[in-house]
Structure formats: structure tokens, C-alpha cells
């Protein structure tokens, strides 16, 4: 039988559960939300040969099925399965203020009395907060804060390292909609004006060279180099998988290509997990 990786996450309805299996979902999880707990053992043995690791999220919404979890998780140990309880808290003055703003009902409010229903589930998620490993107070924290939190916690040392894609494009052909930055190189030298150099591409070393080898090009990928080598390892440390990093000329063909080959090589070179594309080379 192989072992499971799982990952139980629970907590107070409003603190922030829903956010941080997406959280785990980024960092490779395969996530269950609202999954009775009895199921777990069975889910677990399908899931056996397939998948490493599981995160089950479990609330107050599965009803009288929350009864006997604490069992479930220990039986689940007991099948040699790494298994953790997260608790996502939260002080009840902050919680009922998050429900009055989302106008969402609280799963044990009876009518209006918000409060009456936090309290209520404190009692019945008492026993799995006494089991829980790991406790995270999102009272002064942004969902952003929770996203740190929750990698810095996971990684246990070691991030999830960040991918890096290097895209060129054309203006004229539109943005890459999922470009995270964006880059204009229409001022820097353009081979396209260059008879012999128009019918080829910025993959071609003589035109790679006519752009790199300007002051302009060389000056920008200078600034380039030092802007990600602040900016990355901040990325990283918000917890950020992809990053997409678009570099445009007017055709996508010449500059913006050699460019992207260019940025490709030097971000490899730093030990980046970094990949090139070209979107509109063969337009």
C-alpha cells in the first residue's frame, strides 16, 4: 500500500478554509472540499498509485457526518498515511463582520443571529481544533497573507520553485492574455528595415546579433536582468507558481524573438526554471 500526503483542513466558516485548499491546489494537492469525513478511507484507497497527496476540506456544512472525524483522521494514520489537521481561526467579532459583508448565511445561524451560529460551531469543531498541527489566526490578515502563511508553512524550508515563461509577441496581433509583465521594444533597432535580414527571424544569429549588439538593446536587458533579480525571489516568496514575462515588437518576428532567446538563456544561466515561446514568429 503506498502512503498518502494529507492535508485535513478545517476551521471556522469565514477564516478562510475555502482559500487555502486553493492554496494547496497550487502547490500539487488533489483537493476534496466539503467531503464527510467517513468517505475519507475509501476516497484515499482509490486515489492509491495515483496521486501523493490529498487535501480534505472538512466544516460544519457535512452536518451530523462531522461526528466521528476525529476517528476518521486517526484511522487514517493508523493506515500509514501522513495526515495533518490545519485550522483556520478567527475572532468571532471579525467573522460576524465578514458575513454582514459578503451577505453569505452562516451554515448554523438560525434566522439572523450570525453570532449565535459562530459560536455554536466553535463547540462542534472543538475536538478537531485540539487535533490540529498547524493553527492560522486570519483575524489582521488578507487572503494574500493567508497565500504566505500557508507556502511558508507547506514548504518546510523548501518553496515550490517558481516557473518562468518567456514570451514574444507582435503588438499588432494584440496582448498575451496571460502576461503578468509586459515589455515594449518598438524603439530598439528593427531589422525589418534591413533587406537581407527581413525574410528571417530574431532565432537567426545574424539578426540576434543586429539587435543585441545595440546600445539600446544592451542598456534594457541590463535593466531587465536587475528588475527580475529584485522582483523574482519576491514572487516566489508570495507563494506565485507562474510567472509570465511578455516582450513585444511590432510583428512579434525580430526583436521581440531574439530578445526572448536572449532574457531565456541569461534566466537559465541564474538557475531559473525559465522557458521560451514565441506566439507570432511564423505570422
Keep these: 500500500m503506498q502512503s498518502l500526503d494529507i492535508v485535513v483542513v478545517t476551521g471556522m466558516s469565514g477564516a478562510g478554509r475555502t482559500s487555502a485548499l486553493r492554496v494547496l491546489e497550487d502547490l500539487g494537492y488533489y483537493c476534496v472540499d466539503n467531503l464527510p ?7 484515499c484507497a482509490l486515489l492509491e498509485g495515483e496521486l501523493e497527496r490529498v487535501g480534505f476540506g472538512i466544516d460544519v ?6 461526528e ?24 468571532d467579532e471579525v467573522l460576524v463582520r465578514r458575513f454582514s459583508e459578503t451577505r453569505r448565511p452562516h451554515p448554523l445561524a438560525a434566522g439572523a443571529d450570525v453570532l449565535a451560529g459562530i459560536q ?12 490540529a498541527g498547524h493553527v492560522i489566526d ?12 500557508l507556502v511558508d508553512y507547506m514548504a518546510r524550508g523548501n518553496k515550490p520553485e517558481l516557473a518562468v515563461r518567456v514570451v514574444s509577441f507582435g503588438f499588432k496581433y494584440g496582448l498575451p492574455v496571460d502576461a503578468d509583465l509586459v515589455f515594449d ?17 530574431g532565432q537567426d544569429g545574424d539578426v540576434a546579433a543586429y539587435v543585441l549588439e545595440s546600445e539600446p538593446a544592451k542598456e534594457l536587458l541590463a535593466d531587465l536582468r536587475q528588475l527580475l533579480t529584485h522582483t523574482l525571489p519576491r514572487y516566489e516568496a508570495e507563494g506565485k507558481a507562474y510567472l509570465t514575462i511578455a516582450l513585444g515588437c511590432t510583428g512579434g518576428k525580430h526583436r521581440s524573438v531574439a530578445l526572448t532567446e536572449e532574457l531565456g538563456r541569461w ?17
Design 37 to 43: 469525513p467517513a468517505l475519507a478511507p475509501q476516497l
Design 61 to 66: 456544512r457535512t452536518g451530523s457526518f462531522l
Design 68 to 91: 466521528g472525524a476525529e476517528d476518521t483522521i486517526a484511522n487514517l494514520q493508523e493506515q500509514g498515511h501522513s495526515t495533518e489537521v490545519i485550522f483556520l481561526d478567527c475572532k
Design 120 to 131: 455554536a460551531e466553535r463547540q462542534r469543531l472543538a475536538a478537531l481544533r485540539q487535533l
Design 138 to 149: 486570519t483575524t489582521d490578515s488578507s487572503v494574500h497573507d493567508l497565500r504566505r502563511s
Design 185 to 201: 521594444l518598438r524603439y530598439l533597432p528593427n531589422p525589418h528595415f534591413v533587406p537581407e535580414l527581413r525574410p528571417k527571424t
Design 267 to 283: 534566466l537559465r544561466e541564474e538557475g531559473k526554471d525559465a522557458v521560451t515561446a514565441h506566439r507570432d514568429v511564423a505570422r
